[in-house]
């Protein structure tokens, strides 16, 4: 099967057939089986984390894993770090689909009181890429064990430096791995919605995250005489205000939008002198290609011309990150209306503005950029009834603690999207 004809042609079926079900059926119930040992799996990722481009354990630990499982077909170190794509080989030829999961963790002190927390201070699997690969290993074990059940091939991917730029996914793409790939597909998890459900999007499924440094050059001068001076303070101020025109007024209302100042440096001498210099940074994250454009050319005009009414001048630093992913709406249509059908799931939500859309940056769009595909987000908050009052944390945050129930969601979830393209193979 051609990428072209998954694009623009397949349709799968709403209604699967017994085979097909029959052997899902087998696949969530040899999962559920290996449940605890894909969570113990976890927790030594999680104990054991490494920043981007610095995997070199967690990738041997992979390896390792992938041999117990009896999956040969590997290649190591791929793209520019330390990334690993296995492949496993259906009974007879059929399409060829990639599943993918990230391996890397943060520059975070964690704050949890887990018993498997991070043994590597200043380190921690606070965005979930933990359960991504734990999830992604208990799938390829399943796979592999049904091997001669199917037609078709699953080209596994764990993927290096997502969280660090230019990523791993380029790379990899580069050095030719979706060559022959009809699909792929990746997921994260999401602490905005319980364990349980699943969040899928028709078109973007992240958002481009472009970097900013706007450095402001007024005169400084004394507090006491204002007017002898170019208060890069107040232009600052006035920049940072007027950026947020972008969103209310030069963004179109229907595609999310978000311009956040995450920094400024400026004075913090005596009180009494008037800074010179300041300097703001943050991120811009958009939906679409063009509004990124668009966005991009005013975000610059605005910060330069702020300055310049004050007398002052800015120079901006403007570097484009990760493309927003943009979903075959195709295949999460058919993909959806399969996922509802297996009544695996307690929830399944299309990811809004009003339902929570992921604006996170997320080099998975890389992948798509050829090849049909879609990325799913798995929730993985606790129950009301399970929380007993706690606050529930953030990705990225230091105290960041997932429901690991959603481990088991996230591989029957690659499982339910792989019956829907790998073939049955009868047997007599």
Known sequence: MLKADIASTSRIESEVSQATAALLAKWLKHA????????????????????????????????????SAKIFDIDRNVGDGYGIVARVHGAKPGPTIALRADMDALPIREETDLPFASENTGVMHACGHDIHTATLLGVAQVIQAHRDEFAGTVVFIFQHAEEKKPGGAKAIVDAGYLAGVDAVFGLHIDPSKEAGTVGYSLGYGSAASDAFEIKIQGRGGHASSPHTAIDSVVIAAETIANLQTLVSRVSNPIEPLVV????????????????????????????????????????????????????????????????????????VTDLVAAIDYSAVFTEVIENTAATGAMMNGEDFAYYLEDTPGAFFTVGCDFLEKDKQGQASYPLHNSKF????????????????????????????
Not at 34 to 62: C, G, M
Not at 303 to 325: C, N
């Open 260 to 331: 956040t100042v995450a920094g400024v440096d400026a004075g913090m001498g005596a009180p009494n002198i008037i800074a010179d210099t300041a300097t703001l940074v943050g991120t811009v994250r958009s939906s679409s290609p063009e509004g990124r454009a668009t966005i991009k050319d005013q975000f610059i005009q605005i910060a330069e011309m702020t300055a310049a009414m004050h007398g002052g001048s800015a120079s901006v630093d403007y570097e484009e990150g990760y493309p927003a992913i943009q979903n075959t709406a195709s295949i």
């Open 401 to 428: 603690v997932a429901n690991e129930a959603c481990i088991l969601n996230a591989m029957s979830l690659f499982l339910v999207i792989l019956s829907q393209y790998l073939k049955v193979v009868p047997h007599d």
């Open 32 to 67: 559920a089986s290996i449940e605890s040992d894909v969570v113990q799996v976890r927790r030594h990722l999680h104990q054991n984390p490494e920043l981007s481009f610095e995997e070199v354990a967690t990738a041997n630990f992979v390896y390792m894993e992938l041999l």
